[in-house]
């Protein structure tokens, strides 16, 4: 083997030793040279940026349970949502997993774990790609806009799907 490539092998496994993120989908990538001339791609952590999560590691998933179809038996039943949300327990672990791997600072009280696609509009309710530490001083706006869609999906002034990728492409505009 030529010393670059096992240069680069030596590098990979002890890169490989430490913990990567459980959450990253596709992590946006930099380039690192090493002495020797290979080139290394480093993925940068995920970040919640303005309380919004970032799409390469909370693209938000949707429900495949909840339908257009089926949105008065789910979505729009009252209580529908407590039936299918998470237990504390999974969120607050995974709340804290997050914030490690995505360095977000201070305690866990000034964040909850929140749904990209929030459960009333038919978000996966434990899928991580949909949950992200969310500071809790940020959600006022984000909660008003669920509100507003899931109203506007269960009075059928709007489809479901329009409603789920409103929230994960940038429900700040």
């Given at each position: 083997m030529s010393r670059q490539v096992v240069c680069l092998a030596a590098l990979l496994?002890?890169?490989?030793?430490?913990?990567?993120p459980a959450t990253v989908v596709a992590p946006m990538t930099t380039s690192a040279h090493l002495a020797h001339g290979p080139t290394l791609l480093v993925a940068e952590p995920c970040r919640v940026v303005d309380a919004r999560?970032?799409?390469?590691?909370?693209?938000?998933?949707l429900n495949p349970d909840v339908t257009q179809d089926n949105i008065h038996a789910t979505i729009c039943a009252p209580g529908w949502t407590d039936t299918v949300r998470p237990p504390a327990s999974y969120t607050a672990a995974l709340k804290l997993q997050q914030m490690r791997d995505f360095g977000e600072p201070g305690s866990p009280l000034n964040y909850k774990e929140d749904h990209l696609v929030p459960l009333s509009i038919g978000g996966a309710p434990s899928d991580p790609h949909n949950l992200f530490p969310q500071p809790t001083a940020k959600?006022?706006?984000?909660?008003?806009?669920?509100?507003?869609?899931?109203?506007a999906v269960c009075s059928g002034q709007m489809a479901l799907t329009v409603a789920q990728e409103t929230m994960r492409h940038n429900w700040t505009h």
């Amino acid at each position: 083997m030529s010393r670059q490539v096992v240069c680069l092998a030596a590098l990979l496994a002890v890169a490989g030793c430490g913990a990567a993120p459980a959450t990253v989908v596709a992590p946006m990538t930099t380039s690192a040279h090493l002495a020797h001339g290979p080139t290394l791609l480093v993925a940068e952590p995920c970040r919640v940026v303005d309380a919004r999560a970032d799409a390469r590691c909370t693209p938000g998933v949707l429900n495949p349970d909840v339908t257009q179809d089926n949105i008065h038996a789910t979505i729009c039943a009252p209580g529908w949502t407590d039936t299918v949300r998470p237990p504390a327990s999974y969120t607050a672990a995974l709340k804290l997993q997050q914030m490690r791997d995505f360095g977000e600072p201070g305690s866990p009280l000034n964040y909850k774990e929140d749904h990209l696609v929030p459960l009333s509009i038919g978000g996966a309710p434990s899928d991580p790609h949909n949950l992200f530490p969310q500071p809790t001083a940020k959600t006022t706006e984000q909660e008003d806009l669920e509100d507003h869609l899931h109203k506007a999906v269960c009075s059928g002034q709007m489809a479901l799907t329009v409603a789920q990728e409103t929230m994960r492409h940038n429900w700040t505009h």
